[in-house]
């Protein structure tokens, strides 16, 4: 048998560098890390990446940004490109460890435009940060955006703070949800893809 495949890989657009040009590398106030979290979301959907999502991870202390993420699905044609893997995983690449909480490294976090679904739900777990900030939390990103984010547990904060990881939760929850209200729009002309699990209903 001959693999037609032997790996793949996950590239931001190229917009990203473009949009990060005037962004400074430290970002002190989260809440500014945020924002930038939803600058890059809003465009990445505009830009027919993926869907409306965007991450950061920075070093906690400082500010200093290591890396940004955003959903590259429709980009890459890879289900799990999601703004959380990929912001970690490029984020792992720049540092050269799989632990962003290694006893070498300083404390890093994941800034996030909506509590992860279960796929990145496991991959923050694993991934060695030690906060999660996210813009917020509920249902109302799967009822404004109209994806499914999965079967997440009710506990989900609290078993990412049994692990060491805090969550902070909301930071501009509002400024969110007008990204996702934005993406809606579109998603009620017919004018973007949007991507779910099949269902047998």
Known sequence: ???????????????VSDALSDVPEVIPDRADRM????????RNWREGNGGPFAALVAETATGRIVSVGVNVVLA???SSAHAEVTALGT??????????GGADQPEHELVVNWRPCVQCYGATLWSGVRTL?????????????????????DDWAAQFEERGIRVIDPLLREEA???????????????????NARSDA
Do not use: C, N
């Open 177 to 195: 949800l007008e990204v996702f209200r934005s993406y809606r729009d579109a998603v009620d002309a017919d004018a973007v893809v949007v991507y």
């Open 133 to 153: 900030a996210v813009a917020g939390s509920g249902p109302e990103l799967e009822e404004i955006t109209t994806f499914d984010e999965g079967p997440m547990r």
């Open 1 to 15: 048998m001959k693999l037609s495949a032997t790996g793949y890989g996950i590239t931001l657009p190229d917009w």
């Open 91 to 100: 984020a792992q690449q720049a540092l050269g460890t799989w632990d962003l």
């Open 76 to 78: 890459s044609g890879i």
């Open 35 to 42: 924002r930038l979290v939803h600058a890059l979301a809003d």
